[in-house]
C-alpha cells in the first residue's frame, strides 16, 4: 500500500482507472425530444397533441394530395393521362403493384391520422386540465377519426378498426365496411354534443357539432338511411352556426374567403415552400394545385371527361348566360364555344396560345392558385372545404326525395341553383316524379355544383351503379375506363401488400 | 548490379580454380549470396545450417557465406521475417539464394486489438491482409482492394467516386446494419472513406469470437483492425507515389435508335388499342436520335499523388505523409477529392514509450443527385426521341412533351441544375503512453480523438428536369454538423515465460462518447444569383439536433502457451452502452479459443509439413449498432404545426410520430469455429481452413410493422425479433515458388457461407420487404414471386390453362400475354392459405424462387516476377445467387413509356416466342408486369477479372524505382445483363439492381519511388 502512495505513476494509474468506472455516460437522455411518458401532463400538451391529429389530415395520402386523385380520378368525371404508368393504371382499376405509392400513402397516411387520434384518447382523459375543454379536445379527436374511418370504409373496404394507440406487436382484425361504417356513426353520435357549434376566431377550423352531424348524415346517406340522413341535415341547416351559401361560388375554392358561412369542415392549408411535413418550417400546404396544374404550369393529372363540360351547357342562367360555375370549375377552350372569346387566360397565357385553337382538353380550375399567380408552387395555401353547405343541400334534398318530399327536396336544389343564377326548376319543368328529381341530382345538379371535389364516388357508390354491369357499361359510355371495371371487385382498392403480408389477420380484398 | 555481377564472377573464377583440391576432401566448399527477393538487398546474418547436421554458417555484412558441405547436401536458410528456403547445391560452387520475405512471418506480431500476438500462437481466425497487395488497387478506400482476397469477406462496391464499399465479414449474422467495426490505431470507428490507403501498414481482420470479443458489444460483424505506417529505424526514406488513369463504363447496354424505338412503341399502343405516340409516328423527327449512355455517360479520370518521409532509430521514430486523389467517375455530375496529411511519431526514454497518430483529411465531393428516380434507370427510361438539350424548355434540357411522353428525368439535366455537394474536415488521431512498470507489466493509457465536421449543401437551380414537373423557385438546402468521439482506454499488459511456460494478461477499461450536434436549414426563391442562405426570399427554415452516446467497457484476456505448443486465449469483456434502456444498459461478452501446434510434438515428423496448426474457439458478441440513439422509448415530435384561425397561424402541434420498443436489449451472437493452419514443402504451400457457426438470438432489427400502427416518418421500430444461425468454411490456398530471378505465387481463396432463420418472435412470422421473404428455415431475403410459365402462344393455349374445374385462370389474357402458375389459393371459409391452386393467379401465389446469397464466393490473385519484372492478376466471382433487377424491368417492360434494348423481341404472331410478352402499352399490360415476379429475376454468377498489373523496377542507383500500368474491372464473365452484376444492397435489398453506380473499368499507370 505504502508503495501505491509514494509512487506517482501507480497511483496516477489508479486515479484513471477510478475515473473510467463512473457509469453517468450510460445514462444519456434525448437532448431533443420530450418523451412520450414526459408528455401529455397538462393542458397545452392536450392542445398540441390535438392540433397534430389535425395536421395529419394536411398529408399527401389524407387530404393534401391523393384524395381528390383516388376519388375523382377514378370516377366518370375525370381521366388521367400521366406518363407515369402506374398513374395512369390506378386510374383504370389496375393494379399490378398494391404497394404502389399512392395506394400506400392514402392507407398510411390515414391510419397515421388514427394513431394520432388514440393518442389523444387514451392519454388526455389522464390530464388535469379544463374539463369543457378536455371534452371538446376528446370529442375532435374522436371526428378526426371517424373522419377518417369513413374514408378508409369507402376506399378500402375490409379495414382494421383500430382504437387504441398503437404498439409494435399489433396485428389488428380485419372488419367489414358495414362494421366500419357503424363504428363511425356510433363515434360521431356519442361525441357530437360535446362539439361547439362555433369557435371563437383563433380556433376556427376545429371540428365542430355541425362538421360531427354532417359528416354522420353522409355516413348514413351511404347506407340509404334517407330519415337518419335528413335528421342529421336539418340539424346542420338549421345549426345555430347559420351555415349559408356564399354569394360567390368561387369564394368556396380560394384562400381569400377560408372558412366562410357556407364551410362545415375544411383541411386547413397554408403556403410556404419546404421539404417536408412535421419538420421544423414543415410544409403545411397542400400539392393539390400543382398536381391538378395543366402542363407547363403543374403535373398535369387530371382532366375532365366532355360528358362533364357538355353538361354545364344543358342549361343557362336567368339571363341566358354560360352557368358561372363552369369557369370556376375549369380550364376550358372557350372559343370553341364562343366565337367572340378573346382567347381566355390560363395563368397569364391565353389557352389557344398555350394550348392549341384545337385542343379541348379541360384540367381542374377549383383550387388553382390561377387568380393571383402565373404559377403553382409546391404547396398550395388554399383550404381544402370537404363538406360545404351546397353539398349538404343537395344530399338532403336527395334525402327527402328518397321520403318522397318533393316539394322539400326542389327547394333545396334550388338554393344551390338560384345562387349561380340558374332558374329554379319549378321555372325549367312545372312537375318533377321522384325518378326525374333522382336522375336531375345525379346526372345535372350534383355534377355542375360539385365536379372535382371528391364527391363523385360515393355518389356512384350510394346510387348502386358500380354494383351491376347494366349500369358499369353504362359509365363506360361516358368513360371507358370503366371497361377495366370489374364488379363486386374494383368498388374497393387493393389492400398494400405491405399489410397482407405483415398481418396474418388481413386478408386481401376480393378479386385481388 | 553491374559491380555484383562482376564480383560475381571473380568469385565463379576462383572456384573453379579450387575445384580439384576440394574434391579431394570428398566435401565441397560452397560460397554464394544471399539476397532479399523483393529489393535485391543482401541479407546479413542469415543462418545457414547443413540439414540434420550440426554444420552452420552465417551471411556476412554483404550477404555473402561459404561453407563446406558434404555431398548432396540440403541447405537451410532462414532469416527473421523471410520464407525459410531449402537448396541442393548439387555440385554448384556457388550460388545465389533468394529469400522471399514472409508476409506471414510466424514470429511477426499481429495486432489484434489491446495487444499483439505472434502469428504462429494466434488460436483464432485472424486474416491477416497483404496490405501491399490490397493497395495495387486503385480505388477511394482500401477496402475495395479486399474484395476477393480475404476468404468470408465479401466486399460490395460500386464505381460512384466517393464511395465506400459494403464489406461483410462471414456473412449476415443478423439483419441489421453489418458493417464490422473498424479499429484504426486503436481507434474504434465505423467508416473510413477518409483514410488515405498509402497510410495503412496492416490490416487483420477479426472474423471469430476469440479476437473479436475484447470489442466486445461491437465486435459482432468482426473487426477491420488497421495500423497505419511508422517511421522505421534505419536511413531516412522519402517515398513518392503516383498514379493515374481513365474510367470508362465496363458495359455499355445495346438500347434501340430513335427508328427502332418508334416501331415498337408504336406497337405497343397498336396493341392496346391507343392512338399511338405521336413522336413515334406523326410527329417523329428523324432528326433527333439520342443515345442517353453516349449523353450521361463519359470517361472518367483517376489520380493520386503521395508523399512521404519517415525514419527513426532506436529512441524514436516519425513518418509525414501526404496524398492527394481524385475520382471523377463515368457519368457527368459526380466528383470526388480527398486531401490528406498525417503524422505519426514515438519516442521511448527509459522505461516509458510515447508514441502519436495525427490524420487530417478534407475530402470533397460533387455528389451523384437522384433526384425523385435514378438517373442510370434514367439512360434507359429517355426516350431517344427527346434530345438532351432544348432551348425551348426552361433550363434548356430536353425533357419531353405531350408528345413524347415520359415520367423518366433528364439524367444530364439533373446533374447540371442540382447543385450537389458535401464537404467533410475529418480529424483522427491518438497518444498513448506505455510504462514499463516491472519488465513483466506494463501500464498503457491510450486517448484518442475522431471528428468530422460536415457541410452539406444543394442548390437546385431554376429550370426542368423532367416533363410535367415545373419548377417555380429555386431552393438551397445546407446542413453542417460535427461529430466527435473520444476514447479514453487504460490497460494493463502482463507478460511472464518460466521454463516453458507463457504467459500473457492484458485488463483494460475503455470509455468512448460520442457526440453529435447538426444545424441545417433552406430557403427558397433567390432573384439574384447569390445562392446562399441569406439572399433566398421564402419560406426560410433552420433545424438542428444534438446526440450523445456513450459506452463503457472492461475487458480482459489471458493467453498461455506452453513450449509454443499448446495455446488458449480466453477473453472477456462487459460492455454497458447508453443507446439501450435501464435495464439492458450491459452485456457480457466471453470468449476462448485454443490452438495445438502438432508439427511441434516430438512424434510428429513429416518433414514435408513445416507447420500444422489447429485451432477452435468459442464466445459471445454483440451489437449496439443501432440507428438512432434513443430507440428504448417513444418520443413526442414538437415540430408539427396547424394553421388555425381566420389569419392561419400556425398553432403549434406536439405528437407521438414513431412507436419503439422499451424492451430493447442487446442481440447475442454465439461464434464457434475451428480452424486449421498448415504449411507444406519448405513453405511453398500455406494452407488455411475455418469453418464456422453463429447463432445469432434476440435479432434486433426494423421488422416491417403495419401500417395500421400509423408508424411513420422514420424506420420501422427495432424489436429483438428472432434467431438465425449462419454458418460455413473458407479456405484459402497460397502456393509459392521462387528460383533466383523467376518466382511466382498463386493464392486462391474460397467461401461458402449459408444463413437461416430459426426462429421469428410472434407477430413476426415472415418479413416481407420488397420482392423478398424471411421466414423460419430458409435463409433471409429469399425471393419471393409469382411464377411465370412462358408466354401464351395462341388463344387454344389460354384456354388450356385452366384449375380442376376447367375454367380457365387467365381467361382475360391473349396471345402473347405471359402464363402464371397457379400455385396457391386460400380457403373461402376461412381465409387461410390451402396450398392447392384455386383457379386465380394473385399473390397468394408468389413462391421462393432463388436467393441472393452466393453459394460460394471466390478469389484468385496470381504474381508473377521475373528479374525486374512483376505481373499480377486477380479474379474473383460468386455463384449461385440471384438479381431482382428493376434495372432491366425499366426498359423491358412495355407498359410504360422507355427506351427499349435491341435484345427485346417481343412476341408477334410471326415472332412466336417464349422470351418475350407482346408489346403492350399502359394498363392492359398489367398482368405482364406483375412487379412481384421470376420475369425480373436474373443469375447474379460470376467471374471478373478485377485487376491486372504488369510492374517494372528500374535500376537506379541509391533509389528505388517502380513503374507500372494496371487494368481494374477488365472484364467479366456474367449471364447479367445489366452495367453491373455487383450491386450493394441492404440485408433485405440484397441482390436487388435499383440501378446502382457500376464498377468501372480503370486503365491506370502509375510510378513508386523509394529514396
Redesign the interface.
Known sequence: MKTLFTNP??FA?LV??VS??N?????????????????WKTQD?A?????????AL?DVGTFGRWHTYVYDCRSDEVYNL?????L??YT?F??????FETN?FV???M??????A??ILDNVPEIDMDPDLKNRILAEATFLRALTFFHLGTMYGN??I?LTE???????MQNTQPEVYQQVIDDLTDIYPNLPDTYP??????ATKGAARALLGKVYMQQHKWQEAATEFEAVINSPAGYALTQNYKDNFTDLN??NEESIFEI???E????CR?????A?GSERA?FFAP???????GHFRPWVLETFFEETTISGDVDPRLAVTMFYNKSLYDPNDPDTLVYGKGYNTRFGADNEKTWFRKYQNDYKQD????QS?INCRLIRLADIYLLYAEAMNELNDIPTAIEYIDYVRERSDIPGLLTVKPSWTKDEIRSQLQNHERVLELAGEGTRWFDLVRWGWLDQQAEINNIMSRDEDFS?FEVGKSIFLPI?????????N???NPG? | MKKITLRKKVTGLLLVLLLTAVQAYSQNLLTGKVVAADNDEPLPGVSIIEKNTLNGTVTNVDGEFSITISPGALLEFSYVGYLNKVVEPGDKENIEVFLSPDVRALDELIVIGYSSVRRKDLTGSIAIVDVEDAKTYKGTTITEGLAGKVPGVTVLSTGQPGSTPRILIRGLGHFGNNSPLYVIDGIQTNEQRDLNPEDVESIQILKDASAAALYGSRAANGVVVITTKTGKSGAPKITFNTSGGIEQASKIIPMMNAAEFAELNNMAYDNAGLPRMPGADAAFDPDIDTDWQDAFMKNGRIQKYDFSYSGGNSEGNYLLSAGYFTQDGIVKGPEFERYSIRLNSGISKKRLRINQTMFFSNTSSDNLYYGFGNPFMDMLRMLPTIPVYDNTIEGGFGI?S?AN???GTNPVALQELNDDKSNTNKIMGNISAE?E?FPFLS?K?NTSLELADWHNRRYRKRGLES????Q??D?L?ENRGRVSTLM?E?TLNFTQSFNDHNLFAVIG???I?TDWKQIGG?V??FPKPYPVMSSGT??????G????????GYLGRVTYNYKGKYLITANFRRD???KFG?SY?WGNFPGVSAGWVISEERFFNYNWINNLKIRGSYGLLGNSDLRG??NY??????????????F??????????L???PDLRWQSKTLSGAGIDASLLNNSIIITFDYFNSITDDVLVNA??????????GP??Y?NVGKIKNHGVELAITYQQMKSEFSYDVTTNISMVRNEVLRLS??Y????FGPT?TTVGMPIGQFFVLRTDGIFQNQEEVLAHTDENNNPIQPNAMPGDIRYKDLNG?DPET?ELTGEPDGVI???DREFAGSPWPDFEFGLTGNVSYKNWEMRLFFEGSYGNMIFSNTRAVMERM???SNYPTWLVPWTEENQSDEYPRAL???AA??N????SDRWLDNGSYLRLRSLRLGYDIPVNSMKTNVFIQMQNVFTISSYKMWDVVHPGDVFTRGIDNGTYPNVRSFIIGLNLTY
Open positions: 505513476t501507480l494509474i484513471m482507472l473510467a468506472c457509469d453517468d455516460i450510460l445514462f444519456q437522455d434525448n437532448p431533443n425530444q420530450e418523451t412520450a411518458d414526459q408528455f400538451d392542445i398540441m397533441g390535438i392540433n397534430a391529429v389535425y395536421s394536411q400521366s406518363p407515369w404508368t402506374e395512369q393504371n383504370k389496375t393494379h399490378p403493384n398494391y404497394n400506400m392507407w398510411w397516411h391510419y397515421v391520422t388514427v394513431y394520432r388514440n393518442q379495414v382494421p383500430v398503437s404498439t409494435p406487436e399489433d396485428r389488428p376566431a383563433s380556433d376556427l377550423g376545429r377560408e372558412n386547413q392549408f397554408a410556404g415552400e419546404a421539404n412535421d419538420c421544423p418550417g414543415g403545411e400543382i402542363s407547363e404550369i403543374g403535373w398535369n393529372e404559377f403553382e408552387a409546391w395555401g377495366y398494400p401488400t405491405h399489410e397482407v403480408d405483415v398481418n396474418p388481413l386478408i386481401q385481388y | 419531353g405531350e411522353k415520359t415520367f510504462l512498470i501500464y493509457f416533363y410535367n414537373r415545373p417555380p423557385y431552393e438546402h479514453y487504460n477499461v475503455s470509455k462518447v433552406s427558397f426563391d421564402r419560406d426560410r427554415t433552420i433545424y439536433s444534438d446526440a450523445k452516446v456513450g459506452i463503457l454497458g452502452s447508453s435501464p444498459k440513439d434513443y422509448t417513444s418520443y413526442i415530435n414538437p415540430s408539427i404545426a396547424y394553421p388555425l384561425g381566420p392561419q397561424d400556425l398553432a403549434p402541434g406536439a405528437i407521438t410520430q412507436l419503439s420498443n416491417p410493422i403495419p401500417w395500421t400502427s400509423g408508424h411513420y416518418g420501422d421500430p424489436s410472434e407477430g412470422d415472415a418479413i416481407f421473404k386460400r381465409g394473385n399473390l397468394d407498359d410504360d413509356n402499352y399502359g394498363a398489367a398482368n408486369v406483375y412487379y412481384e
